[in-house]
T-cell receptor, first 112, second 114 residues
Framework: GQQLNQSPQSMFIQEGEDVSMNCTSS?????WLWYKQDPGEGPVLLIA?????ELTSNGRLTAQFGITRKDSFLNISASIPSDVGIYFC????????????FGQGTRLTINP | GAGVSQSPSNKVTEKGKDVELRCDPI?????LYWYRQSLGQGLEFLIY????????KSGLPSDRFSAERTGGSVSTLTIQRTQQEDSAVYLC????????????FGPGTRLLVL
């Protein structure tokens, strides 16, 4: 089946720094989703991308749908302590599918 | 408004026992999903419901796993004869069918099989 590879697996940064993470696939995705999971909680949808090349922002978060449709990027500007958590990329298994495929996650830790 | 709720929040059971996990989706959401998350891992799809029917059960790991949904609302995931490798967080999500990918997740049930 389709797989999503996220990098880096973990990040340790200072408060105020910008963060970049990405997600790649060996096959084309038509939708890219970015979720954040806090400890003990379910994932929360941050940004959804539906068109190749699309750039979408949600506050300090910006995500892009790669032109090749095989990658996506998530950037967080001026990180704050509440940004700590695990960030997952995800996408429908195939166009129109209800089943989501998830990456393994990027764990973000922030030193105050 | 109320989000997706799951119960119990934590479950400890002995190997070989059966367990039932419950999910209450967001009111009006016709699609319901079960995922499993092992420690430090991403989410693994288990099953998807549209209404009360399950068009996609492809992720259920074995015939010990089953799920049902009644009244187009509450869903129960049942694991029979639990094994230690079943220990994980079981997450439920719901969505409006036509909302591409926008699944809303519950807090999960943490299952520990001793």
């Amino acid at each position: 089946g389709q797989q999503l590879n996220q990098s880096p697996q973990s990040m340790f940064i200072q408060e105020g720094e910008d963060v970049s993470m990405n997600c790649t696939s060996s096959s084309i995705f038509n939708t890219w989703l970015w979720y954040k999971q806090d400890p003990g909680e379910g994932p929360v949808l941050l940004i959804a991308l539906y068109k190749a090349g699309e750039l979408t922002s949600n506050g300090r978060l910006t995500a892009q749908f790669g032109i090749t449709r095989k990658d996506s990027f998530l950037n967080i500007s001026a990180s704050i302590p509440s940004d700590v958590g695990i960030y997952f990329c995800a996408g429908p298994e195939f166009q129109g599918a209800q089943k989501l495929v998830f990456g393994q996650g990027t764990r973000l830790t922030i030193n105050p | 408004g109320a989000g997706v709720s799951q119960s119990p929040s934590n479950k400890v059971t002995e190997k070989g026992k059966d367990v039932e996990l419950r999910c209450d989706p967001i009111s009006g959401h016709t699609a319901l999903y079960w995922y499993r998350q092992s420690l430090g891992q991403g989410l693994e799809f288990l099953i998807y419901f549209q209404g009360n029917s399950a068009p996609d059960k492809s992720g259920l790991p074995s015939d010990r796993f089953s799920a049902e949904r009644t009244g187009g609302s509450v869903s129960t995931l049942t694991i029979q004869r639990t094994q230690q490798e079943d220990s994980a967080v079981y997450l439920c999500a719901s969505s409006l069918f036509y909302r591409r990918g926008t699944q809303y997740f519950g807090p999960g049930t943490r299952l520990l099989v001793l």
